[in-house]
Structure formats: C-alpha cells, structure tokens
C-alpha cells in the first residue's frame, strides 16, 4: 500500500468515526483475501469511505462514475483508492475487462448492482451487469449491506453521529448446471442476488424484493468461506 493510500484511508477511517456510530463487526465475516466480488445496496456517498477503509488492509477495487474525472482532486482521489471508471449508460466492456482482471489478481471487487442511489433507503432493481462479472471472473459472491444512514446530513448539520450498522451475508458461486446463459437466466440469476441482500436488511429497506425473501434460489451454491 502506498503512503497517499494509507493517509487517505486513515482520514477516511477517522472522518466516518466521527460522523457515524459504526455496527461493523460483520465485516469480519469477508474473508481476508480474494478472488471476492462483494455485493452491497448504494444508499449515498457516505458508504463508499466507510466500505473502503473498514475492508482495509483486504484489497479493494470498485467502479465509480467516469464523470468524477472531471475533477481533478476526485480523480486524484479515486485513482489513489483503486478505482475504476465506469460508463453508466451503457455496458461498459472496458471497465468491465479491467474489473475482471483485477478480481482475478486477487482484489475484492465491491458493487452496487443498482448502478445508481437508491429511494429512502430501499432496494431498488439489479442490473445485469454482475453476473457477467462473476460469470466471466469466476469469483464467488458475497453480499455487504448497510441501513440508517439516509438522514447522516441532517444529523451532522445537527451535530449528532449517524447510526451505520452492517450486515454480512453468506457467500456463494454461481451454479447454472452447464446450461448456456441466456438474458432470461441471467436476469433470473440476478433477482437471486438481490434477494440474498434484500435478506439481510430490515424489513422496510427491501424494497422491491420485500416479498421474495422466502424463495429458493435454483442458481446460487452457498459456500462455508468464499476462499
């Protein structure tokens, strides 16, 4: 790890520390070391330097907007924290080679399946877009989530720390039984991932999965450790 890595996340580290009152004894649940794509909801802003600099000293990557370019500190600072940019709008097969690469190298690739914020709080829809990563990477998948941290403004401009608590699911692999995977399957599979997250959250932040928590997923193996 690098010096300007080190004095950011310790910043990072010390600033949410002080904003939040942080639930993360779950985080001991991610293994160590990768190969690992780790799922999580995107609420706001504040979860990426909580994420990051509590997985430390695991090495992380992640994608972000290839809009923060512009800026020259946000793109001094993304680059410092390993990221990678990511075109939204369509599907970014760069970003996606790079992200792949990485994983395979042994970093622990964070994503937000929604792709964008979610409303209030609550799950929204899952884009495709990983489960070609595991496809492709062949990496197991581990869900991440967090909740009560919606209102960390209003708090802060109140002077009062924010609640963060977070949840570590199982983790698994994909397990399509050698069948080619086509849109349908895939979009199958990727309602299977996100009822694993919707799972781990209270009941009002499942969003549009609240009432599939129960089903049984045909294409998801669990395993014992994602190593």
Request: with cysteine; charged share 20%; proline share 7%.
């Amino acid at each position: 790890m690098s010096l300007s890595q080190t004095l950011v996340l310790k910043f990072l580290d010390t600033l949410t520390s002080t904003i939040c009152r942080i639930d993360d004894a779950q985080i001991a649940k991610v293994p160590a070391r990768g190969p690992l794509i780790l799922i999580t909801n995107h609420v706001n802003v504040l979860e990426i330097p909580v994420l990051h600099s509590r997985l430390q000293p695991r090495p992380i990557s992640g994608f972000f907007a290839a809009k923060r370019l512009e800026s020259a500190w946000m793109r001094w600072l993304l680059n410092t924290l390993n990221g990678i940019p990511v075109q939204r709008d369509k599907l970014d097969r760069t970003a996606l080679r790079q992200a792949i690469s990485r994983i395979r190298a042994g970093d622990t690739f964070v994503i937000a399946p929604e792709g964008t914020r979610n409303a209030g709080g609550r799950l929204g829809t899952g884009k495709p877009g990983v489960v070609l990563l595991a496809q492709q990477s062949g990496a197991p998948i581990q869900p991440i989530v967090h909740w009560g941290d919606k209102h960390w403004q209003r708090n802060l401009r109140r002077l009062r720390r924010t609640p963060f608590h977070i949840a570590v699911g199982r983790p698994f692999r994909l397990d399509t039984g050698g069948k080619r995977v086509d849109r349908r399957m895939r979009l199958e599979i990727l309602d299977e991932i996100m009822v694993q997250m919707a799972a781990l959250l209270p009941p009002e932040y499942r969003g549009v999965y609240a009432n599939r928590i129960a089903a049984n997923p045909k294409y998801l193996q669990f395993l014992e450790s994602a190593v």
